[in-house]
């Protein structure tokens, strides 16, 4: 089966820290560009952050930029979103997604990722 499996969610302190990881199953990683997306009860999905396939170029919104590191693996199949600094605001159901094309242009809108994830949640809170 075709399939990405988010995992690394939880409840975290304020300042506090999370990696998040997607897992690839059932096709390979390489020929993918990456985004992280999340959702917040009440809210409208937002995008996070992307990884092109091509030249590994990394994108972020700017309400993350600074705080939030998007890498891949490809030995291990999976992509990963490391969260630190982590605020109230951060908290959301967080979503990865792959698409069969090379750029992360207009990455936020969602459109074109045509596999997504089943989310992991995040809490942050003291």
């Known amino acids: 089966q075709v399939q990405l499996v988010e995992s690394g969610g939880g409840l975290v302190q304020p300042g506090g820290s999370l990696r998040l990881s997607c897992a690839a199953s059932?096709?390979?990683?390489?020929?993918?560009?990456i985004g992280w997306f999340r959702q917040a009860p009440g809210k409208e999905r937002e995008g996070v952050s992307c990884?092109?396939?091509?030249?590994?170029?990394?994108y972020y919104a700017d309400s993350v930029k600074g705080r939030f590191t998007i890498s891949r693996d490809n030995g291990e199949n999976t992509v990963y979103l490391r969260m630190n600094s982590l605020e109230a605001d951060d908290t959301a159901v967080y979503y990865c997604?792959?698409?069969?094309?090379?750029?992360?242009?207009?990455?936020?809108?969602?459109?074109?990722?045509?596999?997504w994830g089943q989310g992991t949640q995040v809490t942050v809170s003291s």
């Open positions: 997604a792959a698409k069969k094309y090379y750029r992360c242009s207009a990455y936020e809108t969602g459109t074109d990722f045509a596999l």
């Open positions: 059932g096709f390979t990683l390489d020929y993918y560009t």
């Open positions: 990884i092109s396939i091509i030249d590994r170029s990394t």
